[in-house]
């Protein structure tokens, strides 16, 4: 049904690689990229692998104007076995058309988004990096590409795939970061765009995190937007809190992120009998918790960082330090187990990898 | 102390027209554009007025990604004495400077900003339109270019202006349109970006649209994102209710956009001694003032339509019909006066107009 016989050009000469420790995030690109064109009377087509270059819009394209656009984010592991393999790429798809539904942008066949993603990676292997910590960071998108100034959905859309060779997170081991309390901005509220993974919610959130990086602070922790008193998310990742041997995550109220590490981090701590939690959960009750001693851990997690454990959350002139701003026991085996997965170091009891 | 010694670089041929009765709304594009570039390192440079033309981006850069990006709509009249003239461009330039502080965007000198409208309008003086109700409609937009997959704010922008000769709004007289009140989705709520002319506040919307649009409706009207109880805007217009002899719209709280024909409104109704309040009004004040028969008008505002009557407001199962669905002469009033001052054809006692 689907079309998955990409046509692919590969480049003439390839590009000089970065060396694996110099890696950062996000800066450097592979050699080709993967695009894909949507006409409303023709359904997606044309998908192919072209070399890596840029892209020609028209400057009324709806993508420069009203931001119908979605993304995801994912990564492709170098195994100690010399294979290349990727972190439950199923649930960025899903989440991608989810993202598209939301978006009023039209969904894309799973198998097709699979295997251009596998098919991407596959091409541009040798992109990978084998540093420990290093991945090959995946880049799927779609943007509004209609040259038309009314506000309705666009009726052309391209779908790219772009990679990125990136460094580890934690250069000098994981370390916990301080926390600033948002409570003037506020990143998503139930019914606008906050479980989607689209463009305006990062753009929204970057005056919060200006505000506070010259504090020292890596992150704000989001509010709801309601009553600005329940948790919602930390920066642009999920976040736990351990309160007296319980692990409590807000649940999916309609404006906070389905992130895939949220979802592995609860099947993890599942499997360990560790109990946890989705639900709504307020900032008095982590103040009180703190105050009683018995908020023992609270980490963010996200695909980039995998666990970012939080070693101080700021609000007003109140500094929380949790767990001595040391990395917790359960922070720290979820981020190893974690990791393992990802790097082909342990077995996979939950099928969550695919070799490409 | 800003560069206004613009370089222009004129197309050798000239694009066809269209036909002043055939044109739609942000269809067709004249033959130049303005751009200008953004470097942290050197401030905003090179603007210059080139052929109309596609844009070349990098696909990692970041507008793709992350959406920052801000825009503005104005447009330039043919008069009847054959100048051409801005309706208060100022506003629209300082509230571009708004967004920007919003969403992370380096601000644009006002004067150069004025310069570089004023100057491509004339270079394309002859795309200006004619026929009664058609105009030219000027799109300035940034839109963040960096090549980087981080979210932070973009270290690199781009400014740049495009024309649109657009059609007559109203081809066959003002007609009022039905609007459904939308209970599920969410515009904006304070805190986020709501008075901010940016992208996402648009992709966001655009799911109540569709939703609606099957039943007849041509807007839906947006109630606040904390109780859903207050009026917030309709489609993209702010909105204007008449309840016995008094203008009502909501104030500004900061998750409303400040529209420059909403200020046009309150000024004139101000000149007219009609009494005009800007405050918080809720759904529920509007059904009980329509019971009572004292909802006498209610209309949008915007640049598109200036003025666009609401004959029938559908809640749920309710269906509240506002004058007979006919146009009230408070709107009547504005609509006329307002496009009479825009047109030059009758004296423009608040200096809103200016001669390109």
Redesign the interface.
């Known amino acids: 049904m689907a079309q998955k016989d990409f046509t692919i050009t590969k480049v003439m000469t390839k590009k000089p690689k970065p060396d694996d420790q110099e890696l950062e995030?996000?800066?450097h690109?592979t050699d080709h990229?993967f695009v894909m064109d949507y006409h409303i009377d023709k359904g997606w087509y044309d998908g192919r692998i072209i070399p890596?270059?840029?892209?020609?819009?028209?400057?009324?394209s709806m993508?420069?104007?009203?931001?119908?656009?979605v993304?995801e984010g994912l990564k492709a592991y170098s195994t100690s076995k010399g294979d290349v393999q990727l972190f439950r790429p199923d649930e960025n798809i899903h989440r991608l058309n989810r993202s598209n539904e939301?978006?009023?942008i039209p969904t894309i066949d799973f198998d097709l988004a699979m295997e251009a993603i596998k098919q991407l990676v596959s091409v541009d292997k040798d992109w990978v990096p084998k540093a420990k910590g290093t991945s090959l960071?995946i880049?799927p998108?779609i943007?509004a590409t209609e040259?038309?100034?009314?506000?309705?959905?666009s009726k052309q859309y391209k779908f790219?795939i772009?990679l990125?060779p990136v460094g580890a997170y934690y250069k000098e081991g994981i370390n916990p970061v301080k926390i600033a309390v948002e409570n003037?901005?506020?990143?998503?509220?139930?019914?606008?765009?906050g479980e989607a993974k689209?463009?305006?919610?990062?753009?929204?959130?970057?005056?919060a995190?200006?505000k506070v990086a010259d504090d020292g602070y890596a992150q704000v922790l989001w509010l709801d937007?309601?009553?600005?008193r329940y948790i919602e998310e930390v920066?642009?990742m999920n976040v736990f809190f351990k309160i007296n041997g319980e692990v409590i995550t807000p649940a999916l109220n309609g404006s906070i992120l389905p992130g895939v590490t949220r979802k592995s981090v609860i099947d993890l701590l599942k499997s360990w009998d560790i109990p946890v939690t989705e639900r709504r959960i307020s900032l008095d009750e982590i103040k009180e918790a703190h105050q009683k001693g018995q908020l023992e851990e609270a980490f963010g997690s996200g695909t980039a960082a995998v666990i970012s454990p939080i070693g101080e959350l700021a609000f007003n002139q109140v500094h929380m330090v949790i767990n001595d701003m040391k990395t917790g026991d359960v922070s720290k085996r979820l981020y190893d187990t974690m990791t393992q997965i990802q790097y082909g170091d342990i077995e996979d009891p939950f099928d969550w990898t695919i070799r490409v």
Chains 1, 2 share one sequence.
Do not use: W
């Open positions: 995030f996000g800066k690109f990229m890596y270059q840029p892209i020609t819009l028209d400057p009324a993508i420069f104007h009203y931001g119908q656009t993304f939301r978006m009023c960071y880049r998108y943007i040259p038309y100034l009314g506000v309705a959905p790219i772009i990125s003037e901005y506020i990143r998503a509220v139930e019914g606008g765009t689209t463009a305006g919610n990062y753009a929204g959130s970057l005056i995190q200006e937007g309601h009553e600005k920066g642009s």
